[in-house]
């Protein structure tokens, strides 16, 4: 007869190999990316880019931060291949006073501003493919 902590242990670990079954542990398949983004020549200070799957590629949305012109996405949100849309935000603050839509509160810093064109991010244009050893990919854009 099994005592109670044995038995608690068995079925912790049937829930764990269970759960592992259903939602996959192996993340070798997720590619990390990098690379530069830059518009009208300029390095993108602050924005963000981001991956969604097209057609028949598997696997989630990723993205990552854009600082002073380069971006890096980290192995553990990393890309299958395949093919992806590819949506660039950059922003820039207004500066002056701006009222928090919620609280009304006063802030320093102003509204945050769009600087691309729709066709790199609302409408994006942009296409990538993920193949075998590619891992840098670079974003020149024009206004």
């Known amino acids: 007869m099994m005592k109670r902590s044995e038995s608690s242990r068995v079925s912790l670990a049937v829930l ?3 759960c592992l079954a259903l939602v996959g542990c192996d993340r070798s398949d ?3 990316l990098n690379g530069e983004v830059s518009f009208d020549g300029a390095p993108v200070k602050h924005g963000y880019v981001q991956f969604t799957p097209m057609a028949a590629t598997k ?3 990723s993205g990552a931060d854009i600082k002073d012109g380069a971006y890096q996405v980290a192995p553990i949100r990393g890309l299958m291949q395949g093919a992806y ?3 660039i935000q950059a922003w820039e603050r207004t500066g002056g006073v701006s009222l928090d839509p919620v609280t009304g509160e006063k802030f320093q810093g102003g509204a945050l501003v769009q600087l ?3 066709k790199y991010n609302k409408q994006s244009e942009l296409t990538l ?3 075998p050893g590619t891992r840098t990919f670079d974003f020149h854009l024009k206004p």
């Open 59 to 61: 696997g989630p949305t």
């Open 85 to 87: 849309r590819v949506e």
């Open 30 to 32: 997720r590619l990390p």
């Open 129 to 131: 493919e993920i193949e």
């Open 16 to 18: 764990f190999g269970l």
């Open 116 to 118: 691309l064109p729709d």
